[in-house]
């Protein structure tokens, strides 16, 4: 069986600084990892996903995340942060690449502050 | 917007009633998914639908019942409800299988419907 840890429930942040979101998965076989970001009222939007080739992942708004085998780890990085990234990020993993079988971590929220 | 259309967007009602959320994909996807998302429990699929068929089932109640239609929307049916029930209910679709090109994981969901269970 798949599963996914975000160990951080909330990350607050001053703007314009760095923010790392750690995310951690279990897994026995080939993974496929995704980070999704759910701004206030919305519905989640895909930010970036891991499926093969380079382990270091480039999304939308300037995000990155990168793909540590050794460590199972897929942390989410961001060497700038502004106001307007405050959400709820979620990573999520999926055995075999398709959205049938999405696992979603606990969440993080990301709060950004002046 | 992602394409993907929900309602109602609000819905308030009492225990032991019944309700029914509705779901339009986006155009060309054939594959809905039903989530529920709690304060305590976080992001829980419940099912999917791929053209018309039941593909996945996960942590859904046997009070709840989805389908999808032939014109590819689909309806999440609750019943018997209980406090614990009031959530946020997404619907997300997703490309064609087979087509690998699209078919990479990614989920396009909609704005949700948040039910109020009294």
């Known amino acids: 069986a798949q599963s996914v840890t975000q160990l951080d429930s909330q990350v607050p942040v001053f703007e314009e600084a760095p923010v790392e979101l750690r995310c951690n998965y279990s897994?026995?076989?080939?993974?496929?990892l995704f980070w999704y970001v759910q701004y206030p009222n919305q519905g989640l939007q895909l930010l970036l996903k891991?499926?093969?080739?380079?382990?270091l992942v480039k999304g939308i708004n300037g995000f990155e995340a990168e793909f540590n085998k050794s460590q199972t780890s897929f942390h989410l990085r961001k060497p700038s942060v502004h106001i307007s990234d405050t959400a709820e990020y979620f990573c999520a993993v999926s055995m075999d690449g398709t959205a049938s079988k999405l696992t979603f971590g606990t969440g993080t929220r990301l709060q950004v502050t002046l | 917007d992602s394409g993907v259309t929900q309602t109602p967007k609000h819905l308030i009602t009492a225990t032991g009633q019944r309700v029914t959320l509705r779901c339009s994909p986006r155009?060309?996807?054939?594959?809905v998914y039903w989530y529920q998302q709690s304060l305590d429990q976080g992001l829980q699929f419940l099912i999917q639908?791929?053209?018309?068929?039941?593909?996945a089932k996960g942590n859904i109640l046997e009070r709840f019942s989805a389908q999808q239609f032939p014109d590819l929307h689909s309806e999440l049916n609750l019943s018997s409800l209980e406090l614990g029930d009031s959530a946020l209910y997404f619907c997300?679709?997703?490309?064609?299988?087979?087509?690998?090109?699209?078919?990479?994981?990614?989920?396009?969901f909609g704005e949700g419907s948040r039910l109020t269970v009294l």
């Open positions: 897994s026995s076989v080939s993974v496929y």
């Open positions: 997300a679709s997703s490309a064609p299988s087979g087509r690998t090109h699209e078919n990479t994981g990614e989920l396009f």
């Open positions: 639908y791929y053209n018309g068929e039941e593909r």
């Open positions: 155009s060309g996807d054939l594959s």
């Open positions: 891991y499926l093969s080739g380079s382990t």
